[in-house]
T-cell receptor, first 114, second 111 residues
Framework: SAVISQKPSRDICQRGTSLTIQCQVD?????MFWYRQQPGQSLTLIAT?????????ESGFVIDKFPISRPNLTFSTLTVSNLSPEDSSIYLC???????????FGPGTRLTVL | QKEVEQDPGPLSVPEGAIVSLNCTYS??????FMWYRQYSRKGPELLMY????GNKEDGRFTAQVDKSSKYISLFIRDSQPSDSATYLC???????????FGKGTLLTVNP
């Protein structure tokens, strides 16, 4: 399985600011995914990021709020913009398992918005 | 009705007990079924992966899928304190790699 790292591991941000989360994989992968994990809620897919194309967003998530970059096959960023306390959550990236359905997850970024 | 239902627990058992974790789902298009284990402040770790109906065993873990009942289970035999974690079920129809997760069940195994 791929080794995935995320930066930062946690952050505390002020309302109205933005946070950019980085996801780095130790091997080239086709698909990278960004999830949100809110307390007491299911892991929810925000968007799918493929290299060389625009990210595909799930219902309820928009590019203006969650812009994503995927400059190469080992790296992606998720920005959470115009932060509000409701954005306080854990954000996770994951990668596909070489064309198989199962995914492997990074350690997550814990965001607190004051 | 949510696509995937999972009892959030918490579930507390003594060491050595057999643990049964379950999910039900409503989407008959789901064909791929996974169980993830998530320790506190860590990312989910893939435990078991099953395609379609049937059983799959890996050490102390057994995954069962009953597509006719839209019901999946994870059994843990001889549970250990190190098994204490949140267990997430996840499912996919396969065509777009999208995973749909349950809310997770918090398990504590007491020594």
């Amino acid at each position: 399985s791929a080794v995935i790292s995320q930066k930062p591991s946690r952050d505390i941000c002020q309302r109205g600011t933005s946070l950019t989360i980085q996801c780095q994989v130790d091997s080239q992968v086709t698909m990278m995914f960004w999830y949100r994990q809110q307390p007491g809620q299911s892991l929810t897919l925000i968007a799918t990021a493929n290299q060389g194309s625009e990210a595909t967003y799930e219902s309820g998530f928009v590019i203006d709020k969650f812009p994503i970059s995927r400059p190469n096959l080992t790296f992606s960023t998720l920005t959470v913009s115009n932060l509000s306390p409701e954005d306080s959550s854990i954000y996770l990236c994951s990668v596909d398992a070489g064309g198989r359905v199962e995914q492997f997850f990074g350690p997550g970024t814990r965001l607190t918005v004051l | 009705q949510k696509e995937v239902e999972q009892d959030p627990g918490p579930l507390s058992v003594p060491e050595g007990a057999i643990v049964s974790l379950n999910c039900t789902y409503s989407n008959s298009a789901f064909q791929y079924f996974m169980w993830y284990r998530q320790y506190s402040r860590k990312g989910p770790e893939l435990l078991m992966y099953t395609y379609s109906s049937g059983n799959k065993e890996d050490g102390r873990f057994t995954a069962q899928v009953d597509k006719s009942s839209k019901y999946i289970s994870l059994f843990i035999r001889d549970s250990q304190p190190s098994d204490s974690a949140t267990y997430l079920c996840a499912m996919s129809g396969g065509s777009n790699y999208k995973l749909t997760f349950g809310k997770g069940t918090l398990l504590t195994v007491n020594p």
